[in-house]
C-alpha cells in the first residue's frame, strides 16, 4: 500500500521564469474556467457532464483554432491535470457522505492577495528532476529551490503558487506506509525539539536582565 507525501519548498526564479509562473498559473485558471463552463452548458442541456477523457479530448481538439493558441504554450501534462481536477470536483458533488459545494470558477484576484493563481506539473518520463540546487519544470526551465529537506521518494507532481509574497512549489511522493511512518516520526522529532529551543530562548530571555 501506497502513500502520499507532500514536501513544501521555497523557489527563487529568475524575472523571466517568474514571468512564465505567472502566465502559467493564469492559464491554468483560464483551463479550469473554461471546462467549467462547458459542463454547466451541457447539465443546463441534457443534466450531463464531461469528465476527463472528454475535457482531455475537448482541450486536444481547441488547440487548432488560433484563438486558443494561449493552451499550446501550456505544457499539456498540466492541462490534463487541470481536467482530472475537475472531474474529482464534480464527483464529490455528487458522492454520498460529502457536503462539497459544486465547483466555482476562478479569479485572480483576491482581497489582500496580488495573485494566487497555481497549477500543477506532473512528472512523466522524469521531467521534473532536481539537480544542482535547481528544480526542472516542463516549459519553464531550471527553477533555484531552497532544498531545506531530502526528498523521501521519486517526484510524483509538483505545484507552483505565489503566496504571502513568494514563490514556492510543493512536492508530492509515493512512499510505502513504512516509509511513511519513519518520515512522520522523525518530523515529529524534529519539531519537539524545535519547541524546547524556542522554549529554551524563551526563558533566557525571560531572566536576562536589560541594561
Given at each position: 500500500?501506497?502513500?502520499?507525501?507532500?514536501?513544501?519548498?521555497?523557489?527563487?526564479?529568475?524575472?523571466?521564469?517568474?514571468?512564465?509562473?505567472?502566465?502559467?498559473?493564469?492559464?491554468?485558471?483560464?483551463?479550469?474556467?473554461?471546462?467549467?463552463?462547458?459542463?454547466?452548458?451541457?447539465?443546463?442541456?441534457?443534466?450531463?457532464?464531461?469528465?476527463?477523457?472528454?475535457?482531455?479530448?475537448?482541450?486536444?481538439?481547441?488547440?487548432?483554432?488560433?484563438?486558443?493558441?494561449?493552451?499550446?504554450?501550456?505544457?499539456?501534462?498540466?492541462?490534463?491535470?487541470?481536467?482530472?481536477?475537475?472531474?474529482?470536483?464534480?464527483?464529490?458533488?455528487?458522492?454520498?457522505?460529502?457536503?462539497?459545494?459544486?465547483?466555482?470558477?476562478?479569479?485572480s484576484y483576491k482581497k489582500k492577495?496580488?495573485?494566487?493563481?497555481?497549477?500543477?506539473?506532473?512528472?512523466?518520463?522524469?521531467?521534473?528532476?532536481?539537480e544542482n540546487g535547481a528544480i526542472?519544470?516542463?516549459?519553464?526551465?531550471?527553477?533555484?529551490?531552497?532544498?531545506?529537506?531530502?526528498?523521501?521518494?521519486?517526484?510524483?507532481?509538483?505545484?507552483?503558487?505565489?503566496?504571502?509574497?513568494?514563490?514556492?512549489?510543493?512536492?508530492?511522493?509515493?512512499?510505502?506506509?513504512?516509509?511513511?511512518?519513519?518520515?512522520?516520526?522523525?518530523?515529529?522529532?524534529?519539531?519537539?525539539?524545535?519547541?524546547?529551543?524556542?522554549?529554551?530562548?524563551?526563558?533566557?530571555?525571560?531572566?536576562?536582565?536589560?541594561?
Amino acid at each position: 500500500m501506497k502513500k502520499t507525501l507532500r514536501y513544501n519548498y521555497r523557489l527563487n526564479p529568475t524575472p523571466e521564469q517568474e514571468a512564465k509562473l505567472v502566465e502559467f498559473g493564469a492559464t491554468a485558471r483560464g483551463i479550469w474556467n473554461l471546462l467549467l463552463s462547458e459542463n454547466m452548458r451541457r447539465y443546463e442541456h441534457d443534466k450531463t457532464f464531461l469528465f476527463y477523457k472528454d475535457m482531455a479530448s475537448l482541450l486536444k481538439d481547441i488547440k487548432t483554432f488560433e484563438e486558443f493558441n494561449w493552451i499550446k504554450a501550456f505544457d499539456s501534462a498540466a492541462a490534463q491535470q487541470v481536467a482530472r481536477d475537475l472531474e474529482l470536483a464534480l464527483k464529490n458533488v455528487f458522492t454520498k457522505g460529502r457536503l462539497q459545494r459544486f465547483p466555482k470558477h476562478k479569479i485572480s484576484y483576491k482581497k489582500k492577495k496580488l495573485h494566487n493563481d497555481s497549477f500543477r506539473a506532473v512528472n512523466n518520463s522524469n521531467c521534473i528532476r532536481i539537480e544542482n540546487g535547481a528544480i526542472s519544470i516542463p516549459k519553464v526551465g531550471k527553477i533555484p529551490i531552497i532544498l531545506h529537506r531530502k526528498l523521501a521518494s521519486k517526484i510524483k507532481t509538483v505545484t507552483i503558487q505565489y503566496h504571502h509574497g513568494k514563490w514556492g512549489c510543493s512536492i508530492t511522493q509515493e512512499v510505502g506506509c513504512k516509509t511513511a511512518k519513519q518520515v512522520l516520526k522523525k518530523s515529529q522529532v524534529l519539531t519537539l525539539t524545535q519547541s524546547k529551543l524556542l522554549l529554551a530562548q524563551m526563558v533566557l530571555w525571560s531572566i536576562t536582565p536589560s541594561f
